[in-house]
């Protein structure tokens, strides 16, 4: 069993960063690959960041793209995504994935999934 937590998400004015980490426990998730999807209030979920299981192959949304920077550290199991310059309509629960496929539009087939955390982003 699979156990994904997030952390690092809080208030941050537009313009500022923030920095998710997701931590992975009950098996080592080195050999799969990894990221985020978000959801906005009233709105669907949505894909944000992919990693490949080595690190080396990194997958960005189109809104994300050149703000956003998605990291892991297989040796300690975890996942990070530095968020910079945010805007407010990145106002969002981030989820941490693990596993599934990189299809490099999107990931698809995921069976794990973090609780999320919040960031909001005040204009």
């Known amino acids: 069993q699979v156990q994904l937590v997030e952390s690092g998400g809080g208030v941050v004015q537009a313009g500022g960063s923030l920095r998710l980490t997701c931590a992975a426990s009950?098996?080592?998730?080195?050999?799969?690959?990894m990221g985020w999807f978000r959801q906005a209030p009233g709105k669907e979920r949505e894909y944000v960041a992919a990693?490949?299981?080595?690190?080396?192959?990194?997958y960005y949304a189109d809104s994300v793209k050149g703000r956003f920077t998605i990291s892991r550290d297989n040796a300690k199991n975890t996942m990070s995504l530095e968020m910079n310059s945010l805007k407010s309509e990145d106002t969002a629960v981030y989820f941490c994935?693990?596993?599934?496929?990189?299809?490099?539009?999107?990931?698809?087939?995921?069976?794990?999934w973090g609780k999320g955390t919040l960031v909001t982003v005040s204009s």
């Open positions: 009950g098996r080592s998730l080195s050999s799969y690959a």
């Open positions: 990693v490949s299981w080595s690190g080396h192959s990194t």
């Open positions: 994935v693990g596993g599934g496929t990189i299809t490099g539009s999107d990931y698809i087939g995921i069976p794990y």
